[in-house]
């Protein structure tokens, strides 16, 4: 017999739930932020070799996409902000059960759309 | 939602499985293709479908999905009263471990509608319509839903599973109050089932490196047993960035236990542990 035995499958079918989709959200929005941080340091390099080059990225900032992608760098922020805290609690061994998982997952999903929608709204309102 | 023990069965219907090809990273020989479609009962009234994998070491073919019809007014209530009863009436080759049938033995541990869970405990009421039944995910398969536990067995004995002691062996046996006892509540019960290890997408990923849930909640249990000497070695032998730090608190584990454990909190208070004694 030769055939090599077959492995079952994992992630293609595997149900997806809170905790693992929380934690991959915690990567790719790790890896958003070290992105957006590359987009930081553009506008902060722009900014230091003068104003043409300023409002260049400023104005891409400023279009629909480049809002676009500030809001979605916003939320990346603040859900890996809310789940980093939750990874925290969890290194003092406190919030293990079940219960207290799902709803720590579920607070930090409604502590990141409000604190994403409370920058957003104030950072209209003060005009920037 | 919010989930209060492991038994409660999720009720989202929406994002069945995560949005990956179906083929995605898997080899060409566990590629799962179109299987037979096993004719319904006659004259039965209320009638379930049942999708289920199935390998045949002997074919040299590919895993494929068979379709049954089970007739729920001939068969008990659990899923593995339906495999019971498709091996009887239906398709005699069917291949599944079981045993206790009450959710002790943890030999029917196995992937129902996406999830790890014990077949003996698991109500047909509870699957969806059809019915996905798949062997413990990630693993070798030996036959259909005979999954191949050598590696996580081979994972289980590097943590050396018994008692370490240097104190010569006392008259009778070695005693333990009742609050010491306590401690291995919530450990001891692991039925090696291994339905957290198979659901825990770090062991997917390195599981030839990471130790995985199960054998790391079983280091747990003897590590804070009050009769055990052994802690130092075997902290030692967890301090690794594989073994033990693969685990990133994914919480698939606790999610699934069929027992109720939780391996993840267990895995927690190992990388404490790890922690104070450095300090």
Same mark, same amino acid.
């Given at each position: 017999? &030769?055939?090599?035995?077959?492995?079952?499958?994992?992630?293609?079918?595997?149900?997806? +739930?809170? &905790?693992s989709?929380?934690?991959?959200?915690?990567?790719?929005?790790?890896?958003?932020?070290?992105?957006g941080?590359?987009?930081?340091?553009?506008?902060?390099?722009?900014?230091?070799?003068?104003?043409?080059?300023?409002?260049?990225? +400023?104005?891409?900032?400023?279009s629909?996409?480049?809002?676009?992608?500030?809001?979605?760098?916003? =939320?990346? =922020?603040?859900?890996?902000?809310?789940?980093?805290?939750?990874?925290?609690?969890?290194? &003092?061994?406190?919030?293990f059960?079940?219960?207290?998982?799902?709803?720590?997952?579920?607070?930090v999903?409604?502590?990141?759309?409000?604190?994403?929608?409370?920058?957003?709204?104030?950072?209209? =309102?003060?005009?920037a | 939602?919010?989930?209060?023990?492991?038994?409660?069965?999720?009720?989202?219907?929406?994002?069945?499985?995560?949005?990956?090809p179906?083929?995605?990273?898997?080899?060409?020989?566990?590629?799962?293709? /179109?299987?037979?479609?096993?004719?319904?009962?006659?004259?039965?009234?209320r009638?379930?479908?049942?999708? #289920?994998?199935?390998?045949?070491?002997?074919?040299? @073919?590919?895993?494929?999905?068979?379709?049954?019809?089970?007739?729920?007014?001939?068969?008990?209530?659990?899923?593995?009263?339906?495999?019971?009863?498709?091996?009887?009436?239906?398709?005699? @080759?069917? !291949?599944?471990?079981?045993?206790c049938?009450?959710?002790?033995?943890?030999?029917?541990?196995?992937?129902?509608?996406?999830?790890?869970?014990?077949?003996? !405990?698991?109500?047909?009421?509870?699957?969806?319509?059809?019915?996905?039944?798949?062997?413990?995910?990630?693993m070798?398969?030996?036959?259909?839903?005979?999954?191949?536990?050598?590696?996580v067995?081979? /994972?289980?004995?590097?943590?050396?599973?018994?008692?370490?002691?240097?104190?010569?062996?006392?008259?009778?046996?070695?005693?333990?109050?009742?609050?010491?006892?306590?401690?291995?509540?919530?450990?001891?019960?692991? #039925?090696?089932?291994?339905?957290?290890?198979?659901?825990?997408?770090?062991?997917?990923?390195?599981?030839?490196?990471?130790?995985?849930?199960?054998?790391?909640?079983?280091?747990?249990?003897?590590?804070?047993?009050?009769?055990?000497?052994?802690?130092?070695?075997?902290?030692?032998?967890?301090?690794?960035?594989?073994?033990?730090?693969?685990?990133? !608190? #994914?919480?698939n584990?606790?999610?699934?236990?069929?027992?109720?454990?939780?391996p993840?909190?267990?895995?927690?208070?190992?990388?404490k542990? #790890?922690?104070?004694?450095?300090s």
């Open positions: 017999m &030769t055939h090599i035995r077959p492995r079952s499958p994992n992630i293609q079918s595997y149900r997806p +739930q809170l &905790t989709v929380l934690s991959i959200a915690n990567r790719i929005t790790g890896v958003v932020l070290s992105l941080g590359v987009g930081l340091v553009v506008w902060l390099v722009a900014a230091a070799l003068g104003p043409e080059p300023f409002s260049v990225v +400023q104005g891409f900032f400023a629909w996409p480049g809002q676009i992608v500030l809001f979605g760098f916003t =939320f990346a =922020f603040f859900l890996h902000l809310c789940g980093g805290i939750r990874h925290l609690v969890w290194d &003092t061994v406190h919030g059960e079940l219960a207290s998982i799902y709803a720590s997952g579920w607070a999903v409604a502590a990141s759309i409000v604190l994403t929608a409370a920058t957003w709204i104030a950072s209209i =309102f003060m005009g | 939602m919010i989930i209060h023990s492991s038994d409660q069965v999720s009720r989202a219907r929406f994002l069945k499985r995560f949005p990956v179906k083929n995605f990273g898997v080899p060409a020989e566990s590629r799962i293709v /179109q299987g037979r479609t096993w004719p319904a009962p006659e004259g039965a009234r009638v379930k479908v049942f999708k #289920i994998y199935r390998y045949d070491p002997e074919r040299g @073919t590919n895993p494929r999905i068979d379709t049954f019809h089970v007739d729920l007014d001939d068969c008990g209530p659990m899923v593995l009263d339906a495999l019971i009863w498709i091996k009887n009436k239906v398709d005699s @080759t069917l !291949t599944f471990r079981r045993s049938r009450e959710g002790v033995c943890g030999s029917c541990a196995m992937n129902m509608d996406g999830t790890n869970w014990l077949a003996c !405990t698991r109500f047909i009421s509870d699957l969806d319509a059809p019915a996905v039944i798949y062997p413990l995910a990630n070798r398969i030996i036959k259909d839903l005979v999954p191949d536990l050598t590696h067995f081979a /994972q289980y004995e590097m943590i050396e599973p018994w008692l370490h002691v240097k104190t010569p062996d006392p008259e009778k046996e070695r005693l333990q109050s009742a609050e010491e006892r306590k401690q291995l509540d919530g450990y001891y019960e692991c #039925i090696l089932c291994f339905c957290c290890t198979s659901g825990c997408p770090s062991h997917w990923w390195n599981g030839n490196r990471f130790l995985g849930p199960a054998t790391l909640l079983q280091a747990w249990r003897w590590l804070t047993d009050s009769r055990d000497e052994g802690s130092e070695e075997r902290l030692d032998r967890l301090e690794d960035p594989f073994r033990l730090y693969r685990c990133h !608190t #994914i919480l584990c606790t999610r699934t236990c069929p027992k109720g454990l939780n993840g909190k267990a895995i927690a208070e190992e990388k542990a #790890i922690l104070e004694r450095r």
